[in-house]
């Protein structure tokens, strides 16, 4: 199930990327971001009630706020970035680059999690930041 979510989510975001750069056209990249986040937020909350788990809401600790709160604050500084970027650049070179943020996660996840960093990982990385290089010189 999670490798369907996964590529949902990859779908999703494709077309985040193109909706987002004709959306953004005359309209500032900070003011068109506040409208997508505003949108996402209403969804997500939807999706609580709609679940009922809203509930669920008392029973988060303290570090998972935490933790939750800094990635929300990354998360912003990610999509304002991102919409800029959108803006100024061309959706083919601006996405590719973006999407550098799998191979900087992998990493992370590496020095951080101690997750596995096998020979697959570190041809993966590879292989994605040669195509980003050949996507976008």
Not at 65 to 85: D, V
């Amino acid at each position: 199930m999670w490798f369907w979510l996964a590529l949902g989510s990859a779908v999703f975001a494709a077309l985040t990327s193109i909706l987002a750069k004709v959306g953004i056209e005359g309209v500032a990249s900070n003011l068109a971001t506040a409208i997508r986040t505003m949108v996402v937020v209403v969804m997500a909350w939807a999706m609580v009630f709609i679940t009922h788990q809203q509930s669920g809401i008392r029973a988060i600790s303290q570090k998972s706020w935490i933790f939750l709160i800094l990635s929300g604050l990354a998360t912003g500084a990610s999509w304002l970035c991102y919409y800029k970027a959108l803006q100024m650049g061309s959706a083919s070179r601006v996405v590719p680059i973006d999407k550098l943020s799998v191979v900087i996660t992998l990493v992370l996840a590496f020095v951080f999690l101690h997750e596995e960093f096998t020979i697959k990982s570190v041809i993966g990385c590879l292989l994605i930041g040669a195509g980003t290089l050949l996507m976008v010189l």
